[in-house]
């Protein structure tokens, strides 16, 4: 019987936990695969070898897991297929499949177009976007969120989209907020490049007030969080993934 198990990340903060938790049961209804499960990385419950035993417990005998991430990098391309390694020694019988994070989408572009649009109030001729990513040793998620950000400013009207990160990749955010200061730019909306609310969005928040300006006009967005089109992208890597027959699938 199939089963998706479903990877985030995971929170110190209970209530991005919970987010996450609501995002994919949302998206759940929308699956036709009678288990699903839900695990985490690290620093929340359960477990990715307890998702898989729960799997298992359930009668799977074929498990799709689908990384709950962003952008491809250390946890999707090491991290998780270790734990699936795990989970083959654990059950050499079944069957493994993997899928890919959400990635370059056009739906992700027009999520960050709405978040912006969310926040009703004009957008100036000049208005410029900061992407703030996570960040991390991988030069891919650099390369894939500057894509992201060349995608956006091509399809809507602002004069700039840069990107930066909170830790792990230059420029950081503390330093893409010291240059903005350094323009004459007026007003410049902020989008946490975050699945959830947790410690780092605090952090974005605490930063901007420090940094904030009477001669420039700093908007925080929402984080993608549980916008429609970002629940659309985690469907069809679920359908993208069920579809392919699993002796093409790379672990």
Do not use: W
């Not at 759940?28 to 695990?39: G, L, S, Y």
């Not at 729960?54 to 799709?64: D, F, L, S």
Request: charge should be negative.
């Amino acid at each position: 019987m199939q089963a998706v198990l479903y990877v985030g990340h995971g929170s110190r903060i209970q209530a991005g936990v919970e987010e996450a938790i609501q995002f994919i049961e949302n998206c759940k209804v929308m699956i036709d695969v009678p288990i699903q499960e839900i695990c985490f990385l690290e620093l929340a419950s359960p477990s990715v070898d307890e998702g898989i035993i729960k799997c298992v417990e359930r009668g799977a005998t074929k498990i799709a897991v689908v990384p709950i991430l962003l952008l491809t990098a250390n946890h999707a391309n090491e991290d998780i297929p270790f734990e699936i390694e795990v989970g083959k020694v654990m059950y050499p019988d079944f069957e493994f499949t993997y899928g890919k994070a959400f990635g370059i989408h056009p739906k992700i572009v027009d999520s960050l177009y709405d978040r912006v649009i969310e926040q009703q109030m004009p957008i100036d001729e000049e208005a410029q976007v900061l992407l703030v990513g996570r960040g991390s040793s991988d030069l891919a998620v650099k390369r894939d969120l500057t894509e992201i950000a060349q995608l956006l400013a091509n399809k809507y009207p602002f004069q700039k989209v840069d990107v930066c990160f909170l830790y792990g990749t230059a420029p950081s955010f503390d330093e893409a907020l010291e240059q903005l200061q350094q323009t004459t730019q007026r007003q410049v909306f902020i989008i946490p490049y975050l699945l959830f609310s947790g410690i780092l969005m605090n952090g974005i928040t605490r930063t901007i007030a420090k940094h904030s300006s009477s001669d420039q006009q700093i908007i925080l967005c929402e984080n993608l969080g549980y916008h429609k089109y970002v629940q659309d992208v985690l469907v069809e890597r679920v359908n993208d993934l069920l579809a392919t027959p699993a002796i093409l699938q790379a672990i």
